[in-house]
């Protein structure tokens, strides 16, 4: 679904501020679908040709530093959903228990893989899954 019905939006959307943007929106409901449609098929197609550097990314991580590969954190929809975000890992294992949450300039719990990658925010990569989920888009707001 793209654009859900004024009735069906949360409780806290349903407001005098939200409604001119909901109008405005109803009124692009065919570029949303081909946005929507781009969003997935681009993002099928890029994590066909990138899974080579996928592969080697994942094997450079592990050889770096124990841990998943992976790295996860919770966020949130347009309509107040919950989601799973997914990034290359690029600092040590368990990190939000040794620190901040927020990183900081030579924060030591980088690890040296994970510096390069977010230099080339190359750690932004396995989005695409949550893009070809529908649960971000490559423009918008982000989560």
């Known amino acids: 679904?793209?654009?859900?019905?004024?009735?069906?939006?949360?409780?806290?959307?349903?407001?005098e501020a939200v409604k001119p943007y909901y109008e405005s929106l109803q009124k692009k409901k065919l570029s949303l679908a081909f946005k929507f449609i781009?969003?997935?098929?681009?993002?099928?197609?890029m994590l066909i040709c990138l899974s080579p550097?996928?592969?080697i990314l994942a094997i450079l991580i592990k050889a770096d530093s124990p841990?998943?590969?992976?790295?996860?954190?919770?966020r949130i929809t347009q309509y107040g959903k919950y989601f799973k975000i997914y990034k290359f890992r690029t600092m040590v294992a368990n990190a939000e228990?040794?620190?901040?949450?927020?990183?900081?300039?030579?924060?030591?719990r980088v690890t040296r893989m994970g510096s390069k990658?977010?230099?080339?925010r190359l750690d932004e990569l396995?989005?695409?899954?949550?893009?070809?989920?529908?649960e971000m888009s490559f423009v918008g707001t982000r989560p």
């Open 38 to 45: 781009f969003d997935r098929i681009m993002a099928l197609f």
């Open 97 to 108: 228990l040794l620190g901040a949450q927020v990183t900081s300039n030579n924060d030591m």
């Open 126 to 134: 396995p989005q695409l899954i949550n893009i070809l989920k529908g």
């Open 1 to 15: 679904m793209i654009l859900r019905k004024w009735e069906d939006l949360p409780d806290n959307m349903r407001n």
């Open 67 to 74: 841990g998943d590969v992976f790295f996860t954190q919770e």
């Open 53 to 55: 550097v996928f592969l």
């Open 117 to 120: 990658l977010r230099h080339c």
